[in-house]
């Protein structure tokens, strides 16, 4: 059974990842919008990754994560994302201006457009690169996955990030969005985050993989990283 504990990222800023997030298994941050509680979002994807706690990061939860490495494990300093600080010296969060759609068409926007009208909305295929935790809970090279956002990681920080050791696990089928990142699991045991939106294509009778394979890892950090079999995890996802 799966015992939640339910964290207003503010709190974590006011009183520190280590006293707020003493004793979870695993941390799950969410989407959002916004720079209200982003820091704490930032604090949390970092105490997971410092203390090996399995951590799914989905959409604003990605870019936390990225943030993170930017600042922690890249060296650059004041990294940030365009929604809340459009002065960052290193915007590695950024606003895309155009992309293509899963029927070939081209949409566009810009820092002025509608907020609702000019998302990134909708079942969309992405590539998963072999060899990663994203493709063995998958189980696949091309997957479809729900979106629902703006902003996205910026590529000019690619190369970059990987040398500082974050795995780009996923991208769209035309290599120019990534979708997903994970650390090597040599150096961690379990942390993922996704760009799209996994809640949308999980039901409590057909569990999604990503949500899976996340409870298994806290499962098995509760166990003291005893391995799990696949019994144990199906009657979580049931």
């Not at 994560?65 to 600080?85: F, I």
């Not at 000019?118 to 979106?147: F, N, S, W």
């Not at 956002?149 to 969005?177: C, K, P």
């Amino acid at each position: 059974r799966v015992n939640l504990k339910w964290l207003e990222a503010e709190d974590v800023e006011r009183g520190g990842a280590d006293t707020v997030l003493a004793g979870v298994d695993g941390i799950l941050v969410p989407g959002g919008f916004g720079d209200r509680g982003f820091e704490g979002k930032v604090l949390t994807a970092q105490y997971a990754r410092e203390h090996g706690l399995p951590y799914f990061g989905i959409c604003y939860g990605m870019q936390a994560a990225v943030v993170d490495v930017a600042r922690h494990k890249a060296g650059l300093a004041g990294a940030n994302s365009t929604e809340n600080d459009r002065q960052s010296p290193h915007p590695v969060i950024g606003l895309i201006t155009e992309w293509r759609t899963q029927s070939g068409d081209v949409e566009r926007r810009s820092e002025d457009s509608d907020l609702g009208g000019t998302m990134r909305l909708g079942l969309q295929e992405q590539r998963i690169k072999p060899g990663t935790l994203a493709h063995q809970l998958y189980g696949k090279d091309v997957v479809g996955e729900r979106h629902r956002h703006r902003y996205e990681f910026n590529n000019r920080y690619r190369t970059q990030l990987e040398e500082a050791g974050l795995v780009i696990s996923a991208t769209s089928m035309d290599d120019l969005l990534v979708e997903m990142v994970e650390l090597p699991q040599a150096a961690h045991p379990w942390f993922l985050a996704c760009q799209a939106h996994p809640e949308f294509l999980s039901t409590p009778r057909s569990g999604h993989p990503l949500f899976i394979g996340f409870i298994r890892a806290a499962r098995e950090h509760k166990a003291g990283g005893r391995l799990l079999n696949d019994s144990a995890v199906n009657e979580v996802a049931a």
